[in-house]
């Protein structure tokens, strides 16, 4: 393996990579601003310029000094090369760079949302100087709605371009650039246009300073409060790896994680923006027939293991319709109990929406996938069809429920709901006319207000266990945030029904399934990397 020495120490890279990049995955930070691995490289910023002596090509053993300080983003690593990034010159340029960048920043960071996760403001502190040595007037430059989620504070841009080549090379829209030059420059959206493609809000993740900033977010919450819990998302079949940004059990944003084989930095607006069904329109008691009940957990299981055995005698008049938003493990722990009950009691699964075709965007320069808006808005489907697979028996299509309701079959249907109301109408009609309606739902639907009971239950965000994404791969995701009072996981409630000792838990569940031939959810945890985030933010955007 080729190796190099940074500043005293080893850095040992895998195939062709830039001495930033080398540093970066060896843990050793060299400042820089305008690179960002997900974008082409411009090397415009010139904090990460470095002193280097390379290896002569005629004779390898002898180190050349080159005499400039080169851009350690565009500069090729090479075995044998040293590399000084805090050599007095290169601290020289850092400085000298800060120096500049900081002429026009406004020193607004107690009001800046972006303070706390600012590498202006963590490089002012470790490469700047401590005092300014520019007493003219600052320019000023204004504040911009440039798009639906984005607002734009012009006078806190340092010009990396990096929201711009997002737009040229990721979302392929192309509404941003740079208008203006020296220091007039300044980043706008095209006259008549705004930023408003569905993948617009990861340039607030990818500038470096508060510049472009979150409307949804602006002024709710300091970032140091923040907790970030490591999630998988909802909201489609893509599985995209995400942070759950939370305080005092109340969620504030969700951020991408980066996943080299799933979502790499970036996620969509429907995903970062779409979850506000965690704190609104939850249903959080126990009803019948839309009427809220007083009752205990307790006697909430109660009522619903005696309504399901009610006509347990009757084999096959039970039926178990799954839905795609619960975990393998939910679904997994239902199934097992409906069939302990009545070894005939049908299965099924509600239909997750697709809304149109996947959406796929590309970079238009080298014709690369850079993200797939996936089109079935569902994340666990795969993980539901081999709950069916296993469990197998009598399973069947939503669209025959309805059939064997009228014909007398089925008496009794347990119905697990997504939070969305997605299959709200089509579920209502598949169970219509049934005896007993048993219902788990997040919010007040229209089946809600039909069941005979409707138990309040969790939102993903409030529980663990596993996805498994359009592609098949299978993740975890923890919990982050306490459940809403009075409601609990569908996993839970299951876990209690089917009687077994101590509190719900998906990992000992994952070890059911394996013992039962689901082998593929033996070895399931949180991959050591998602962790990283925690450590390395900036890097990981
Ligand atoms: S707005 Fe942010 S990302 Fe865009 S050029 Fe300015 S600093 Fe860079
Ligand atoms: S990070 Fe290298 S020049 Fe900007």
């Known amino acids: 393996m080729p190796t190099m020495d940074v500043d005293g120490k080893k850095v040992v890279w895998d195939g062709k990579k830039m001495i930033l990049q080398a540093c970066l995955d060896a843990g050793m930070e060299i400042p820089h601003y305008c690179y960002h691995q997900g974008l082409s490289i411009v090397a415009s910023c010139r904090i990460c310029l470095v002193e280097i002596e390379s290896p002569d090509p005629k004779d390898p053993a002898k180190l050349v000094k080159v005499p400039k300080l080169v851009p350690s983003c565009q500069t090729p690593a090479v075995d044998g090369m040293k590399v000084h990034s805090i050599s007095p010159k290169s601290v020289a340029n850092q400085k000298a760079v800060m120096e500049f960048l900081l002429l026009n920043h406004p020193l607004d960071c107690p009001v800046c949302d972006q303070a706390g996760e600012c590498h202006l403001q963590d490089y002012s502190y470790q490469y700047g100087r401590s005092e300014s040595r520019f007493d003219e007037d600052k320019a000023k430059k204004p504040k911009k709605d440039i798009g639906k989620h984005v607002v734009l504070y012009s006078d806190r841009c340092i010009m990396c371009t990096r929201c711009v080549r997002f737009t040229r090379e990721i979302s392929g829209t192309g509404e941003l650039a740079v208008f203006g030059r020296g220091h007039r420059e300044e980043i706008d959206v095209f006259q008549g246009r705004s930023l408003d493609n569905p993948l617009s809000g990861n340039v607030i993740d990818i500038c470096p300073v508060g510049a472009l900033l979150d409307k949804d977010f602006l002024f709710t919450q300091r970032v140091w409060f923040l907790k970030k819990t490591p999630s998988i998302s909802p909201f489609s079949s893509g599985g995209e790896n995400i942070s759950i940004e939370h305080n005092q059990g109340r969620v504030y944003r969700i951020k991408p994680r980066f996943n080299a084989d799933v979502n790499k930095w970036w996620i969509s607006d429907d995903i970062r923006y779409g979850w506000d069904?965690?704190?609104?329109?939850?249903?959080?008691?126990?009803?019948?027939?839309?009427?809220?009940?007083?009752?205990?957990?307790?006697?909430?299981?109660?009522?619903?293991?005696?309504?399901?055995?009610?006509?347990?005698?009757?084999?096959?008049?039970?039926?178990?319709?799954?839905?795609?938003?619960?975990?393998?493990?939910?679904?997994?722990?239902a199934a097992q109990w409906i069939r302990r009950i009545d070894p005939q009691a049908w299965l099924t699964l509600a239909e997750p929406k697709i809304d149109g075709e996947d959406q796929v965007f590309k970079n238009p320069t080298t014709g690369a996938v850079t993200y797939t808006l996936r089109a079935e808005k569902a994340p666990n489907r795969r993980g539901a069809e081999k709950v069916l697979a296993k469990l197998a028996g009598n399973v069947c299509k939503l669209a025959d429920?309805?059939?064997?309701?009228?014909?007398?079959?089925?008496?009794?249907?347990?119905?697990?709901?997504?939070?969305?109301?997605?299959?709200?109408?089509s579920l209502q009609t598949a169970v219509a006319g049934v005896d007993t309606l048993l219902v788990l739902s997040t919010r007040p639907d229209g089946l809600v207000s039909q069941a005979s009971l409707a138990l309040p239950v969790c939102t993903w965000a409030e529980k663990s266990g596993v996805f498994e994404n359009y592609s098949g791969l299978i993740q975890a995701f923890k919990q982050a945030i306490a459940p809403l009072e009075n409601t609990r996981s569908t996993g839970s409630i299951f876990w209690d029904l089917m009687d077994l000792a101590g509190t719900y838990d998906p990992a000992a569940v994952r070890r059911m399934m394996s013992e039962l031939g689901m082998t593929e959810y033996a070895a399931v945890a949180l991959p050591e990397h998602h962790e990283k985030i925690e450590l390395m933010q900036f890097t990981d955007l």
Request: proline share 5%; hydrophobic share 45%; net charge neutral.
């Open 277 to 333: 069904f965690i704190h609104n329109n939850r249903l959080q008691t126990p009803a019948a027939k839309g009427v809220p009940q007083e009752l205990s957990a307790a006697q909430s299981i109660g009522q619903l293991d005696q309504a399901v055995k009610k006509n347990a005698a009757t084999p096959g008049a039970t039926i178990l319709v799954l839905n795609a938003f619960d975990t393998t493990e939910e679904m997994f722990l």
């Open 401 to 425: 429920v309805q059939g064997k309701i009228k014909a007398g079959q089925i008496k009794t249907a347990m119905v697990l709901t997504d939070p969305f109301g997605h299959a709200d109408a």
